[in-house]
């Protein structure tokens, strides 16, 4: 494989002109097809096999139109301090505001509290549910101020007036800003470490390029393949990060490999044959942490690892192609301002000689890092995997679920409104469980009907039942069933439980069948769901990962130690979530106002995201370690060599990540701000503390046995030149050329 990429990193650098015209008609085809292409669909959130799905599949199919997905708003008006909302004054307000609210162009209907039923036994609180007539994304600017406007007008009566629902939602990127301050940040960093403009912008440039080519690509495939709006996000982000840490690591090595004399063109190929090999298989870790969140069993969450898969496939060919051939557009301007005065031919052979580096040197922080793991191997790795470990004790206490308006802020209208509706009505009440009731084999269907409705209002938790509501076919009954419970409690969990339980007796009973769904039991469904598919997808992702790794590493410990230190980071990074989100320990300090339940998706996400950055930052660190180590090194001093390469630009992109992941703790939505945090933290662990201080601790008590391989396996495995051993003995035997030809020799091309 080296030796195919040094041929097409040369290929790239002699053709550069070529290589830039196509990835701009590329870009420029993909882009015409994302303008031209029918817009993205709103993609209803299905989970397959699971009671709430088919409950919901039932619904759709006896109660034509019942189950459909326009926007919706529950508007709550709490009256005045020792008055009720039936008195005249406040009455009159209330169906004067439900009149305007149903004069919006938008609007399908506005159900009068009073008419419905909707007061609270006290008299103190009633809400009217408005219904749209188009969904909440296509819910006009214009629509949302004239419901704001009629809520504003209405508090001027006296009542309070809040509202909830999906008409409320904000729409568009809510990490945009994030992004945006992640890419900055990555801007100052690279200009930190490579001390160049030049050589900070060009991954910047790349990674942007790789991000627009995805997203466009996406766009134009979205109504073909049934992509909606959400489908991207995760593809954004992940073709953002490996963008950058791809092409960092080939100009860092194009850079490193200029130091040592080489002429523009040959520093670019090897570069391109060594690190672009590191890219190659890193690249093939995150798609298959990517590809493998079809496991899950979860549409939207299929479609979108398979996209993400694909940005990242992106940005391995722009590593390979595109990266070289601007490095010949400006093969001097990625060094350093000292680098670039030093390029005289005497210089370069002398360093040569000296076995000097300019760029990174004998002596640097990731040297002198990696001698004091060597001395104490011990203590650095007792003191990470108890400190890992430790964070990870949370973990134990890990409640899914799917937090709704009470985990937002308070300053927000649906908060105040979810917390309005449960002191009116009941805890429960903001989450009731929907019964649908299939008839169609019992002999009286109304008969059935009451009695299943009956049974499950008595049992213990249950606080009220509404009516039973029928098809036109009268086969079918839909009724609501009030938990005294609040739907993120785990009361409630037990709840579901017990009436699934005890369902058989009433079937037989009725000779009618009944499933428990609604929002609630959605929620629970799908956190077992995604718990019972945790195991499952780590055993297929691990797996495949460490056969690769055997590969890229000839290898058996190698491998298998680096997937229990990214087990041992996930865990840890879960378990501080689990920490600060579920049990509030300095909630207070990230602004989290309400702890609950973990976003049933958040371990999935997680595991997936980080495995792929987790064996990026192992392949770069430790493949350098094998290709010294294969040249002749000792083990102890292989995990020097590997460090006073790669270690700096490591800890760059690592700080990267960090920094755009960060930056989603700033936003107001809980779900977002929980989501950064534990990509945040995942990152900081399994790059600062496993693969920088328990990875060279491992290795270094492990010695030569580290790279041991028994001779079957070894025959058995494909043999891959992953360090570039015949390049490098080839360039070693080249003498270099002088710095003034490698100038002629680049402008005359």
Known sequence: MATFLHRLGRLAFRKRWYVLLIWAAVLGAVGVGALKAPGASDEEFSMPGIESQKAFDLLEQRFPGVTADGATARVVFVAPGGEKVTATENKKAIEETVAELADGSQVASAVDPFQAKAVSQDGTTAYATVTYKVTANDLTDAGRAHLEEVLHAAQDSGLTVEAGGTAMAEQGGAGGMAEVIGVAIAAVVLLVTFGSLAAAGLPLLTALVGVAFSMATILALSDAFGLSTTTGTLAMMLGLAVGIDYALFVVSRYREERAKGRSPEEATALATGTAGSAVVFAGLTVVIALAGLSVVGIPMLTKMGLAAAGAVVVAVLIALTLVPALLGFWPNAVLTRKARKARKARKARKARKSGRIEESGADNGGTRWSRFVLRRPIPVLVLGVIGLGALAVPMTDLQLGMPGDEAKPTSTTERRAYDALAEGFGPGFNGPLTIVVDAKGADDAKSAADTIAREIGGTKGIVSVSPARFNEAGDTAVFSAAPSTAPTDEKTKDLVTVIRDERPGIESETGATFEVTGTTALNIDISDKVRSALVPYLLVVVGLAVILLLVVFRSLLVPLKAALGFLLSVLASLGVVVLVFQQGHGAEILGVEQTGPIMSLMPIFLVGIVFGLAMDYEVFLVSRMREAYVHGDRADEAITSGFRH??????????????????????????????????????????????????????????????WLPKWLDRALPHVDVEGEALTRRADETPAAPADTAELEVTRT
């Not at 755009?660 to 977002?672: H, K, L, P, Y």
């Open 646 to 707: 790669s270690a700096r630009v490591v800890v760059a992109a690592a700080l990267i990540m960090i920094a755009v992941f960060a930056g989603f703790i700033g936003e107001s939505d809980s779900m977002i701000k929980m989501i950064g945090f534990g990509l945040a933290s995942a990152v900081l662990f399994d790059a600062f503390v496993v693969r920088m201080a328990i990875v060279p601790a491992v290795l270094a008590l492990l010695g030569d046995k580290a790279w």
